[in-house]
Nanobody, 125 residues
Framework: QVRLVESGGGLVQPGGSLRLSCAASGFTEDYYVIGWFRQAPGKEREGVSCISSKDDSTVYADSVKGRFTISRDNAKNTVYLQMNSLKPEDTAVYYC??????????????????WGQGTQVTVSS
């Protein structure tokens, strides 16, 4: 059974940094995609970034390009989201999600099969 567990959220001042972690277990497929999504209060969930296990190809939302970096540690089965230059508008619950039977990094939410429980990120002074 696939399990995704997020960690690393918290309170940070504008301009600060956080690193989120997504510990993945239970994947039986050779290739899959791990994505990060976020949902702010009163807003729809949106894709932030994703990475393919096949070739480490990545996708970023325009709103985070140049500030966020997604990466993988195969030995630890963990995907990271390094978030720099954080802004108040980055405040949201951040979710890790898994998409199987694909090698193409894609932020289409409906394609993701598995979801974590979320971790809160608050950017405020």
């Amino acid at each position: 059974q696939v399990r995704l567990v997020e960690s690393g959220g918290g309170l940070v001042q504008p301009g600060g940094s956080l690193r989120l972690s997504c510990a993945a277990s239970g994947f039986t497929e050779d290739y899959y995609v791990i994505g990060w999504f976020r949902q702010a209060p009163g807003k729809e969930r949106e894709g932030v970034s994703c990475i393919s296990s096949k070739d480490d190809s990545t996708v970023y939302a325009d709103s985070v390009k140049g500030r966020f970096t997604i990466s993988r540690d195969n030995a630890k089965n963990t995907v990271y989201l390094q978030m720099n230059s954080l802004k108040p508008e980055d405040t949201a619950v951040y979710y890790c999600a898994g998409q199987v039977l694909t090698v193409v990094a894609d932020l289409s939410e409906w394609k993701y099969d598995y979801w974590g429980q979320g971790t809160q990120v608050t950017v405020s002074s």
